[in-house]
């Protein structure tokens, strides 16, 4: 049976600005908190741990401000990272998925465990609940994301700890995950980004109900990677078929590419590449796949256009400031 492994982290970073802050390690974890629940929800078992910081021994203010944790506890209660972290793994066990609120606490555990000089045993693609994405999709428009305290309102769990400390919030997730409608949205798992492909061979496709989304292997310049086959391609995700564009990629703006394609049995489908930066500065590309009907097929086309003239506009402006200097 699948455990849910629902946790949540404090972090530190540097009290004193940003150039006293480590580039490898901005934000320092000094607590985490989490709740395992079986596969029917239920709570099982909890984890706590206070660590003990060795790179920012300082609160910074907005820290201490939210948390109320002073550097006094952590030193005295903390123990180091990679002790507490090795003894979280083996509390979670075998068979578990991670569950967060937000999409931000997986990516800087790993990032501590790099700093750490550990091994990241998570598999890859490293696939993980986002609790407040789930909420979002179940009781809004998929796009807002509600706040912690937001969702415990709205199931009207009771409350008796204080929010925003690490122990409180995953149980106040947890309890969110085991109120909400979960069979509907099992399926929206979401990716981490923090070990993305690297080669050909390792990039990956998810499918969920009404949209695909491959992730790239990482590449210099987003050039590069829009000259890839394997970014470009669209493939229609119901019968595989390899689509003919009718709308070819255009950058829609600095982070983005669209383009339409027609799959002759299934309709329209329109592909969305983000760009976007990995760890250590290089490019990687995100695609997604959705098909689309009525206005939203002409959407496409009117995006292109206005792309269309921006630039002119840009140009026109561009010339006559040439002119006048
Ligand atoms: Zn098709």
Known sequence: MKYYIVFDLE????????????????????????????????????????IRPCVYCQMHFAISEVTHASMEEL????????????????????????????SMDLTELQ???????MKIPFQRPLLFYDVQKLFSLLYSDGKVRASLDDAVCFFDIIVQAPFHRAMEDAEYTARVL??????????????????????????FTLEFPDYSKYVSRTFATKEEAMADKQVTDMICYKCHRMLRKKIRW???????????????????????IRMKRSEDGSIFAIKTQKFVYGEDVDLVAKKKEETKIRRLERNRIRKSQKRRS
């Not at 990032?111 to 000089?117: F, I, L, S």
């Not at 982070?255 to 002759?264: D, G, Q, T, V």
């Open 111 to 117: 990032r501590n465990m790099a700093y750490h000089g």
């Open 75 to 102: 030193q005295r209660y903390g123990r180091p990272f990679p002790d507490v972290m090795k003894d979280f793994l083996e509390w979670c066990g075998k068979d578990y998925i991670f569950c967060t609120w937000g």
């Open 250 to 272: 255009f950058s829609y703006s600095q982070k983005f590419y669209l383009c339409l394609a027609i799959c002759p049995e299934h309709g329209y489908v329109k592909g969305k």
């Open 11 to 50: 972090w530190n970073q540097s009290a004193v600005g940003k150039e006293a802050s480590l580039e490898s390690l901005p934000f320092e974890i000094f607590e985490i908190g989490a709740v395992k629940l079986n596969g029917n929800r239920e709570k099982v078992s909890e984890f706590h741990e206070i």
């Open 178 to 203: 085991a109120e909400m409608e979960f069979e509907q949205i099992r399926q929206y798992f979401s990716v981490d980004y923090y070990r993305l492909p690297s080669t050909q061979e390792e990039e």
